[in-house]
């Protein structure tokens, strides 16, 4: 994609900006690279690329260069995050949410995304040149260590949380969305091959998360024991019990339906010219797009299955510490919103206590 001269692109060595302009811009691909060679997931690479991407496309348009970056500066630049529009989103340019914001608006998370790769940016620069002050101050103390600093090398070193930005966008908390029993077994009915029965699967009675589907070597799948490797976020492997349903497609699929092919990928592409290839995120969205279209259920993304999957061991009862290593989460935190998602066990524990309360009275 290109846009004023400078467009994102991926080279043997990883993301860059690329484009006639790119060269006044060095400092971000020579920050990219750092980023690989820390080890890096391509896709945080990319989203961090495009964060900074449209940062630079901004100071091109205000003829400005990286070197000349003030905390004046950023907040202008927030100003005009603010002011952007997303097209091609549904409901047009005319629908207002509940919270009073337009539906073709940047979401606080995005901006959030672009100010944490600005400021990943100017840390790497002071770490290069520490003479060179950063524009992006330094706020209050977040909640969380980082891995480093709970576990690993860095333990040794203080182990204050670092300090946000006060520039960060204030957004607003939402539980997870999820389909109900009725939606789940209609969208599983619409899916007409073995393979794509197989990834739903995978999403909605293990909670795997698209990206790790997709990553799913054969070798990784013990169907006999019904184990999963996951490879997750970071890298970190983990251990998933494999549904016996579940197991049972997959083992369907890879003797009835999956092409020969070179391909170690569980899930390659069935047919057309790239037949035996691994299936790539577009092809995996454009599988949902059809089947949401299909039924109407429009909540039924990829992502909607996994948290489907976290509010059943919810509702379940299923302990805190489980959860969140059946669903690969970094920080706890993460795990409780699931909490949030058992009215029947809120409801009950409710009940109960008004009935202590009576008796005693």
Not at 16 to 37: I, K
Not at 38 to 54: D, E, I, K, V
Not at 145 to 160: I, K, Q, W
Not at 164 to 192: A, F, G, M, N, Y
Request: aromatic share 6%; charged share 25%; net charge positive.
């Amino acid at each position: 994609m290109s846009e004023d001269g400078l467009f994102l692109e991926r080279g043997d060595d990883g993301w860059r900006l690329g484009g006639g302009d790119a060269g006044r811009f060095r400092l971000v691909n020579e920050y990219l690279s750092y980023l690989a060679d820390r080890n890096y997931s391509p896709r945080t690479t990319r989203t961090y690329g495009f964060g900074l991407l449209a940062f630079c496309r901004w100071l091109d348009s205000e003829d400005l260069d990286l070197a000349s970056v003030t905390t004046d500066v950023l907040l202008r630049f927030l100003a005009a995050c603010r002011t952007e529009r997303v097209t091609g989103r549904r409901g047009g340019t005319n629908v207002v949410g509940l919270d009073g914001r337009r539906t073709d608006v940047l979401s606080p998370a995005t901006v959030n995304m672009r100010l944490a790769a600005i400021s990943g940016l100017y840390s790497f620069r002071s770490m290069r040149d520490p003479d060179i002050s950063n524009p992006v101050p330094k706020g209050r103390e977040a909640k969380r260590l980082s891995a480093g600093e709970r576990t690993g090398m860095l333990v040794h070193v203080s182990r204050a949380p670092k300090r946000r930005s006060p520039l960060r966008v204030r957004d607003t908390k939402r539980l997870p969305k999820t389909l109900d029993h009725r939606e789940v077994i209609e969208l599983l009915e619409s899916l007409r091959t073995w393979r794509d029965r197989a990834i739903a699967g995978l999403m909605v009675f293990c909670g795997l998360r698209s990206a790790e589907v997709l990553a799913l070597n054969v070798g990784d799948v013990d169907i006999g024991a019904r184990w999963l490797r996951v490879s997750g976020k970071g890298g970190k492997e983990r251990r998933v019990p494999l549904d016996v349903d579940v197991a049972g497609v997959i083992q369907t699929y890879l003797l009835a339906e999956r092409p020969d092919t070179a391909s170690t990928r569980l899930f390659v592409v069935a047919k057309g010219p790239t037949r035996g290839q691994p299936l790539s995120p577009a092809g995996l969205r454009r599988i949902f797009r059809y089947h949401r279209d299909l039924t109407g259920i429009t909540a039924a993304h990829p992502h909607a299955l996994r948290h489907t999957f976290g509010s059943a061991l919810a509702e379940a009862g299923v302990d805190l510490a489980v959860m969140q290593a059946l669903l690969g989460h970094a920080h706890i935190d993460t795990t409780a919103r699931y909490i949030h998602l058992a009215p029947t066990h809120v409801k009950a524990e409710f009940d109960a206590a008004r009935a202590r309360q009576r008796a005693n009275a």
